[in-house]
């Protein structure tokens, strides 16, 4: 069993920052990738980033240059670090991860981008 804590969620205006942690129960030494999901009011859940366990990093097409994923195995930890942010980036961003072919969700963190 894996649990995901995500943090680092809030209201920020466009152009601006946030770091989003994600902090899982367990080493996430061997995990075999962890990623950012997000999912917008009437849309699907969508990739943003992953990192694999060789540390292969997959950006979607959307936040390519401006988000950057990395991972912390001494905190059992991955970030997801924003920049630049636009309102479409608005949306509840979730943690998942693939331990031993078990898919592992977080509880999901708001992140709103307004003026």
């Known amino acids: 069993q894996v649990q995901l804590v995500e943090s680092g969620g809030g ?14 129960s367990r080493s996430i030494f ?4 962890m990623g950012w999901y997000r999912q917008a009011p009437g849309k699907q859940r ?5 990192i694999a366990s060789g540390s292969v990093i997959t ?4 936040v390519k240059g401006r988000f950057t994923i990395s991972r912390d195995n001494s905190k059992n930890t ?20 693939m331990f031993r072919s078990e898919l592992y969700w977080g509880q999901g963190t708001q992140v709103t981008v307004s003026s």
């Open 11 to 24: 209201l920020v205006q466009p152009g601006g920052s946030l770091r989003l942690s994600c902090l899982a």
């Open 30 to 33: 061997s995990f075999n990738h």
């Open 46 to 50: 969508a990739l943003v980033a992953t």
């Open 59 to 62: 950006y979607a097409d959307s």
């Open 78 to 97: 991955v970030y997801l670090q924003m920049n630049s942010l636009k309102p479409e980036d608005t949306a509840v961003y979730y943690c998942a991860s």
